[in-house]
T-cell receptor, first 114, second 113 residues
């Protein structure tokens, strides 16, 4: 079945540092890929998405490129801020019997210090 | 444009009771999915409804059920509550295509005592 693996956390960075959170996936067919962010006490917010190979999703300085050859969708940001501290989830939406379902990675806790 | 609305935000129930959670999707969204989030298991898919029909179901016992109404609003019900059902329950709505992404509500925090 479909699965998503994220890098082990938590990740602690200083403000203005470069961020990478690795995400790899296993899926049949051609899934859509997403990054969601969750702030304390809240639901998930869609950060960015990519629907086909080589697509680059971007939002609020975050970027991720859909790499079919390496089955990866790594999240990057050039300069993090304290306000970026949150939990980040990589997810995929497949086709066939997976239709309507998101499969999530385990989440990566990011803490940014001033 | 209103987002996905889940009610109630917090709920405390006793073991053995049943509970009903409500979700109002974004206007025009016909697909509604439900997820359970726990520290140990992460985010797990419960079920998805589209036009009042359940199209997909996760690996949860039959105590977990749901339905969708003609206005796309959805409810999920958990019967005979167990301590392990304590979790954040999240609802998400979509325009019903995997390429659109899913918009989540703030969730209902259920505590079973």
């Amino acid at each position: 079945g479909d699965s998503v693996t994220q890098m082990e956390g938590p990740v602690t960075l200083s403000e203005e540092a470069f961020l990478t959170i690795n995400c790899t996936y296993t899926a049949t067919g051609y899934p859509s890929l997403f990054w969601y962010v969750q702030y304390p006490g809240e639901g998930l917010q869609l950060l960015l998405k990519a629907t086909k190979a080589d697509d680059k999703g971007s939002n609020k300085g975050f970027e991720a490129t859909y790499r079919k050859e390496t089955t990866s969708f790594h999240l990057e940001k050039g300069s993090v801020q304290v306000s970026d501290s949150a939990v980040y989830f990589c997810a995929l939406s497949g086709g066939g019997t997976s239709y309507g379902k998101l499969t999530f990675g385990q989440g990566t806790i990011l803490t940014v210090h001033p | 444009k209103a987002g996905v609305t889940q009610t109630p935000r917090y709920l405390i129930k006793t073991r053995g009771q049943q509970v009903t959670l409500s979700c109002s999707p974004i206007s025009g969204h016909r697909s509604v999915s439900w997820y359970q989030q726990t520290p140990g298991q992460g985010l797990q898919f419960l079920f998805e409804y589209f036009s009042e029909t359940q199209r997909n179901k996760g690996n949860f016992p039959g105590r977990f059920s749901g339905r969708q109404f003609s206005n796309s609003r959805s409810e999920m019900n958990v019967s005979t509550l167990e301590l392990g059902d304590s979790a954040l329950y999240l609802c998400a709505s979509s325009l019903a295509g995997k390429n659109y992404g899913y918009t989540f509500g703030s969730g209902t925090r259920l505590t079973v005592v």
